[in-house]
């Protein structure tokens, strides 16, 4: 039980004035993480105090232990990236590297399959519903992002990529009521995607959380949430299974959509060929001879 679940668990046993601080706790966890005991106290309308007794009434030595529990279901206490790869280069004799992240990126679509399967179909309607969609990505997150922008504007126009590229503000002014706006990020988290669905939430529109914990800020502002495994051997987290997320989105999305979206896809990719994006099927390659 991670420690937000073990605050909610034990708040009717606290007092009132534990009460008013695990209450805050809980819907600031990231605050929780990066601000000083003093700086938190206040802005929950407690004393430092009420934060030690809170940590041992959970039993936590104190609070430095409490917050360093939150820290850890953010996601945001695991190796940097640096001491994984001088980690890995270290094993670069090994003969079982490869292996190993391929049984790694089995095990994390497996996992990723019984997280949100059945989120899937509720993800596909509210997206169905939409207004209009926008995605957000950033760094290792934007192929993600990209990748299902790429594969909904094939059959809907009203689809737009926030990446950041040419002002973020710009790309999050035509979030209105009534869209959704499809957050993507994992540990540790995007400023600019809290950014993001800071800019939703003031504008009415649902957010659909793509992440790797359902302790992430992402998941914890979000009205739908997705799943997906980042487990790795490597230095870097893996992305397959955020990708393979997508694509199953997309799947259902065509799936629900019947005839006229496949009308669409028919369409776009008419289109390509025409434009010269696409080589031809008909092209042939010349043969050379020596």
Known sequence: MN?????????????????????????????????????????????????????QQLGYAGWPELKSAFADDLGLNGERYGERARNLAARSQSTDLLGEMFIAQQRNLASTEALCTGALRDAARLLAGARAVHVAGFRASFPIAYSLVYGYRLFRNSVHLIDGQGGLEMQMRPIEQGDVVVAISFAPYSSECMDVIKAARNAGASILAMTDSNASPLALAANATLLFSIDSPSFFPSVAAAVAVTEALLELLVANGGDQVAARIGNAEKRLLESGAYLPPSAKRRSHKD
């Open 3 to 55: 420690a937000r679940a073990q605050m909610l668990a034990q708040f009717d046993s606290l007092s009132p004035k534990l009460q008013v601080a695990a209450r805050f706790a809980v819907d600031h966890p990231n605050e929780v993480v990066i601000a000083s005991m003093r700086a938190l106290a206040e802005r929950a309308g407690a004393q430092p105090a009420t934060l030690v007794r809170l940590a």
